[in-house]
């Protein structure tokens, strides 16, 4: 491998890491990274901003400043040729003289696909693309997942115990992994738009759901409850906090002729929670749903139930799996994934160890 193909892999890794920092903060659009680099030196470096604006681009630009001409641009993502809320960036990196353009992925939003790059060739600068592409993609899997699929990427995140349970029938919140796990799966809510429960889990544990880490609480994800009756409790985590970080139920039902379910839907309506029309059976049409609202990822946290109706809709991309080191016994709810034995049409990506725990990482295959 040359040294200049060495440089480009080099360069595009630590965008594809930057790039990830403003995950779950930037939507709808995608957490995008770019460096400019010259003579092996980084000029500037920037990230797609909180809210989506400024684009990654126009800022590492503007930090490079003059020094910018003549140098590369490295883009997790190709550079935007649409004036959208901002001018192209495109333009932005022809305007500044760039001499190269690398990039990972194309963008799949139909006012870019390729035009991006035949702006900047157009204009004489030397586009390079597919630098790490499965990182790539990797990274942005929200956002090309819901451009593609017009529906949220779903991460379902299961903590199973050593006999392969769940948790057990009416005991509420069980311990089953430790602080570390937990601390990972407080980050991955940090970075996921959405997060979803049955509402079997919701009364059984009373979960906030929100991300707890400190300095990183604003980014609680949406929260949303399959919820056919409505019964979460007004007095629920759930609902004292929905003023602060958004709860949707999910129910079929428009609640007539039944006045006691009208009036469960006014007092939780009351507290901010939202009631959403859409059939939860029917998990395919609720994606399309949360996508249309801009959601682009989605963590299914359980139960078995709720984990077991998206397996068999075939719409998980990724299961987390976190395997704690006791086992829980026989009145246990038996989780439909264990550590190494998912169901058929995931590969194993990844494995850790948190302290006593293990984490098993699985992508779907397509
Ligand atoms: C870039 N650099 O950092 C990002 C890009 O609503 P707008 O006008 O901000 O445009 C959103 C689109 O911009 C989004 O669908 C995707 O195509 C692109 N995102 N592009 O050049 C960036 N975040
Ligand atoms: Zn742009």
Redesign the pocket.
């Known amino acids: 491998m040359s040294g200049g193909a060495r440089d480009d892999i080099r360069f595009m890794a630590a965008a594809l890491r930057l790039s990830r920092r403003n995950l779950g903060l ?1 939507a709808t ?2 957490s ?1 990274a770019c460096l400019i680099v010259k003579d092996g030196v980084v000029l500037g470096s920037a990230v ?1 901003a909180p809210g ?2 400024p ?3 126009t800022q590492a630009l503007a930090e490079a400043g003059a020094a910018a001409r003549g140098a590369t641009a490295y883009v997790t ?1 190709e ?2 040729s ?1 004036h ?3 001018p192209p ?1 495109a333009d932005a990196l022809i305007a500044a003289g760039v001499a190269r353009v690398v990039v990972s992925v194309t ?1 799949p ?1 139909i ?2 696909a390729g035009r ?1 790059l035949s702006m900047l060739q157009a204009a004489g600068i030397a586009v390079e693309t597919g630098v790490l592409e499965s990182k790539g993609r990797a990274a942005l899997a929200a956002y090309l997942t819901r451009q593609t699929k017009k529906r949220p990427y779903v991460t379902l995140k299961l903590a199973v115990s050593s006999d392969g349970m769940l948790g057990r029938l009416g005991a509420g919140q069980v311990a089953i992994t430790g602080p570390v796990s937990r601390g990972q799966v407080h980050v991955l809510r940090a970075e996921t738009d959405a997060i979803l429960i049955g509402i079997g889990t919701a009364l059984a544990d009373d979960p906030e759901l929100t991300c707890r880490l400190q300095g990183l609480e604003v980014r609680s994800p949406v929260r949303v409850v399959l919820d056919p009756r409505l019964e979460l409790p007004v007095t629920s985590k759930l609902a004292r906090t929905a003023r602060d970080v958004p709860v949707l139920l999910v129910t079929g039902d428009d609640g007539e002729p039944d006045p006691a379910f009208s009036a469960r839907r006014k007092a939780l309506e009351a507290f901010g929670v939202e009631v959403v029309q859409c059939d939860p059976r029917r998990l395919d049409t609720l994606l399309v749903a949360l996508a249309t609202r801009g959601i682009s990822s989605l963590l299914v946290e359980g139960g078995a139930r709720t984990a077991q109706s998206f397996l068999d809709a075939g719409l998980v991309d990724r299961i987390l799996l976190f395997g704690g080191a006791t086992p829980l016994g026989s009145d246990g709810v038996a989780s439909p994934c264990v550590p190494g034995r998912v169901p058929a049409g995931f590969s194993l990506r990844h494995t850790a160890r948190y302290g006593a725990d293990s984490l098993q990482d699985y992508e779907r295959d397509d």
Do not use: F, I
């Open positions: 930037t659009n995608p995008v797609t989506g604006r684009h990654a681009e993502l550079p935007c649409h959208g809320k901002t960036c963008d939003d006012r870019v991006g």
